[in-house]
């Protein structure tokens, strides 16, 4: 039995439990402001919830990828999440703005003290490939 489209039964039930989320890195890049300066920092994932894929872009067969920037609070939780880039356009946005928000890093510290982390961005790719 087949369900949307050609896909089997086996392989939806992967899509929906976000089995193919893909993404490459465990340590993403932000940035910190000392006395006017500027400072590139990485930030350690410790916790990263699947993004779930989409019914609509499963039916559609559809892959594509979300850019989302967020600051890391002090305690390592995520804040302040936006979109900067999907294609295609809002298909995969609400699935990985819901994963990101349940993200957490390790704290972060310069020169002992902790900080907020600016400006991190990352790219999780939904790929129907990823299973196969």
């Keep these: ?3 949307y489209s050609g896909f089997s039964k086996l392989k939806f039930i992967f899509l929906l439990l976000g089995l193919s989320f893909v993404s490459s890195v465990f ?3 932000g940035y910190i402001t000392v006395d006017g300066e500027t ?3 990485e930030v350690e994932r410790s916790y990263q919830t699947p993004a779930t894929y989409p019914r609509k872009a499963l039916r559609l067969e ?3 990828y979300v ?3 967020f600051d890391v609070a002090q305690d390592g939780s995520v804040i302040d999440p936006y979109v900067l880039e999907g294609e295609p356009a809002g298909l995969f946005n609400r699935a990985a703005m819901k994963s990101i928000r349940k993200w957490i890093y390790e704290p972060s510290t310069y020169d002992g003290v902790p ?4 400006d991190v961005q990352v790219r999780i790719n939904f790929n129907l490939t990823a299973i196969e």
């Design 115 to 118: 900080v907020q982390v600016n």
């Design 62 to 64: 559809r892959e594509g």
């Design 67 to 69: 850019i989302i920037e």
């Design 27 to 29: 340590s993403d890049t």
């Design 1 to 3: 039995m087949y369900f």
């Design 39 to 41: 400072i590139e920092i």
